[in-house]
């Protein structure tokens, strides 16, 4: 079973920039893809971003291309968001999840799951 947790978040203008960390323990990060989603009060779970581990494919949601990167560090079994121009609506709590599939990519149910990282952002 692979524990996943989140850290970076927090409070930040619009405009500036975050960037998160999803850690992996328990077992290798040999899960087909990693991605990142996020719930902002009020609304669904959505997909931010998602990255491969065999190719290093990058995919992102249409809210956040342009401004986020997925990235992710091997040795350090270790993905990371870059977030920058930040705005209100980037406010939520952010998820990463691992997936057996990159078929299960945006899938907001399946794979492990951390626990979240509270992104806040004022205007």
């Known amino acids: 079973q692979v524990q996943l947790v989140e850290s970076g978040g927090g409070l930040m203008q619009a405009g500036g920039s975050l960037r998160l960390s999803c850690a992996a323990s328990?077992?290798?990060?040999?899960?087909?893809?990693t991605a990142w989603f996020r719930r902002a009060p009020g609304k669904e779970r959505e997909f931010v971003a998602g990255?491969?581990?065999?190719?290093?494919?990058?995919y992102y949601g249409d809210s956040v291309k342009g401004r986020f990167t997925i990235s992710r560090n091997n040795a350090e079994n270790t993905v990371y968001l870059q977030m920058n121009s930040l705005t209100p609506e980037d406010t939520a709590v952010y998820y990463c999840?691992?997936?057996?599939?990159?078929?299960?990519?945006?899938?907001?149910?399946?794979?492990?799951w951390g626990p979240g990282t509270q992104v806040t952002v004022s205007s």
């Open positions: 999840s691992t997936k057996s599939s990159t078929l299960f990519m945006r899938s907001l149910t399946s794979g492990s």
């Open positions: 328990g077992r290798p990060f040999s899960s087909a893809v």
């Open positions: 990255i491969t581990w065999s190719t290093t494919s990058t």
